[in-house]
């Protein structure tokens, strides 16, 4: 990293050179970053639905997939985001958007390939152990409601992908890396970005942890192959494809084969 990038958002004085309080204030603002993105996108919301009301516009599940696909990932994410970058005087060079090359084609399609890998490693796992994932509120409305889930499959490309790959790789994966070492940042990011996941899950305690586990394994390549290319269009691809190929497989799967046919883990991880 530059040491532009590292002084615009430290302290200045002898505590910038202390390395446990530069790790200490990457930490700091990244958690803040999650809550707050979750916060502003929780806010805009309830706030859309209260007017709706007010206006007498019943508030559908499919509207309710609606708003919260653009209000929470697109602006509460994205503006979240956004809004960081503009307080530390940075632009979307600071995360890297560029046309993928040949060579981060390649890394899109491995990543893809990987992240599906693990999720099938997960499942077999908690079959043999017998362990319970708790379902995604998102899944479970879509089995509800099976033509929800043909709208999460462009949606996946066009608003889940990028605006949670923004914030939490662009943002809280690079502000992590400022101070500590890229794999350490990866995992720390993956693992606040799963388990933001907690209340967008229903069941047990036990069952919601089990489910973060398994969210962690995808995101971690997410994490992976942004570090490696640099260029957040690849993490936002893969995650795109990841999760329109899983909406796609549970309404397949809502369409041809029984509800008890569902894998625990589709479930989960949607």
Do not use: C
């Not at 209000?71 to 960081?84: E, K, M, Q, R």
């Not at 379902?135 to 929800?148: H, L």
């Amino acid at each position: 990293m530059s040491s532009e990038r590292n002084s615009i958002d430290d302290a200045s004085g002898p505590q910038q050179a202390d390395p446990a309080y530069a790790i200490g204030r990457a930490l700091v603002v990244a958690v803040l970053l999650a809550v707050i993105g979750i916060a502003a996108g929780a806010v805009l919301v309830v706030a859309a639905a209260v007017v709706l009301g007010l206006a007498g516009v019943a508030v559908t599940p499919l509207l309710s997939i609606v708003l919260s696909l653009a209000l929470a990932t697109g602006l509460g994410f994205g503006g979240v985001a956004i809004g960081y970058l503009r307080y530390r005087g940075q632009g979307l060079e600071y995360v890297g958007v560029t046309i993928p090359s040949l060579r981060e084609v390649a890394f899109t399609v491995a990543g893809y390939v990987g992240a599906l890998a693990l999720l099938i490693f997960a499942s077999v796992i908690i079959s043999t152990v017998g362990a319970e994932a708790a379902p995604n509120t998102a899944a479970e409305v879509g089995m509800e409601n099976p033509e929800i889930l043909l709208l999460l499959v462009p949606a996946s490309f066009l608003l889940i992908g990028p605006g949670e790959e923004l914030l939490y790789r662009g943002v809280v994966q690079n502000r992590l890396s400022e101070a500590l070492p890229a794999p350490v940042a990866i995992v720390l990011a993956s693992l606040l970005f799963a388990s933001i996941h907690f209340f967008s899950l229903s069941g047990a305690p036990e069952a919601r942890l089990v489910s973060i586990s398994v969210l962690v394994l995808p995101t971690l390549v997410f994490g992976t192959m942004y570090e490696l290319t640099k260029n957040l269009v690849v993490p936002a691809l893969i995650h795109g494809a990841y999760n329109a190929t899983l909406f796609s497989l549970l309404y397949l799967t809502l369409q041809y084969a029984e509800p008890g046919q569902l894998p625990q883990t589709l479930l989960a991880v949607l």
